[in-house]
């Protein structure tokens, strides 16, 4: 079985400052990760996600992440945020032997503040 | 729009009573997915179609739930005797095949009161 645990349930950061949004997950076999994004009566968008090869991933909007496997942690970060980034951020992983499900965690709520 | 769309996007019902909700994924899409969002949680799997063969369903999956995809295009989604329980976003998801990307509609929510 697989979980993802996101360590923050709101992030609130200046304009144009840096962000990190944590995420930590457990899973017995491998696991494909992955980061989505909900803006305010949207649905969920993919920012980006890590299959194999390079631990670093960049997606969508400026956003990067950077897989862990000995912590175990796939965290988001974005050197400079905008007012337009607000939204609820989703960590979630799929295992590879699933064809199916994805475990997300439970959200960040990021706030940017002018 | 070819976006995966969701009707309706609100629903308010009393319980006890029964609910349907309908998923239309995108076109050529043959994997359909169905999520559950509490308020302050991620979305939950319920239950995947690929075509018209429901493949898998999640413990959370009462039988008071019922999903089909009868031609392997929308789907439909019905709740009986609702509880207050119930409440939640609803959210469908599609994909081309299960290695590709689940591409999510904006949902319907439900109100059970």
């Known amino acids: 079985a697989q979980s993802v645990t996101q360590l923050d349930s709101q992030v609130p950061v200046f304009e144009e400052a840096p962000v990190e949004l944590r995420c930590n997950y457990s899973s017995s076999v491998s696991v494909y990760l992955f980061w989505y994004v909900q ?41 400079s945020v905008h007012i337009s980034d607000t939204a609820e951020y989703f960590c979630a992983v799929r295992a590879y032997s699933s064809a199916s499900k994805i475990i997300f965690g439970s959200g960040t709520r990021l706030s940017i503040r002018p | 729009d070819t976006g995966v769309s969701q009707n309706p996007r609100h629903k308010i019902t009393k319980r006890g009573q029964n609910v349907t909700f309908r998923c239309d994924p995108i076109s050529e899409h043959n994997r359909l997915y169905w999520y559950r969002q509490t308020l302050g949680q991620g979305p939950e799997f319920l239950t995947y179609f690929q075509n018209e063969a429901q493949l898998e369903k999640s413990r959370l999956l009462s039988d008071r739930f019922s999903a ?12 009986q005797r609702t509880e207050q329980g119930d409440s939640a976003m609803y959210l469908c998801a599609s994909s081309l095949n299960e290695n590709n990307e689940q591409f999510f509609g904006p949902g319907t929510r439900l109100t059970v009161l």
Do not use: C, D, M
């Not at chain 1, 993919?46 to 000995?70: D, M, P, Q, R, W």
């Open chain 2, 68 to 79: 089909e995809r009868p031609k392997g295009s929308f789907s439909t989604l019905e709740i």
């Open chain 1, 39 to 79: 803006y305010p009566n949207q649905g969920l968008q993919l920012l980006l996600k890590y299959l194999s090869g390079s631990t670093l991933v960049k997606g969508i909007n400026g956003f990067e992440a950077e897989f862990n496997k000995s912590q175990t942690s796939f965290h988001l970060r974005k050197p």
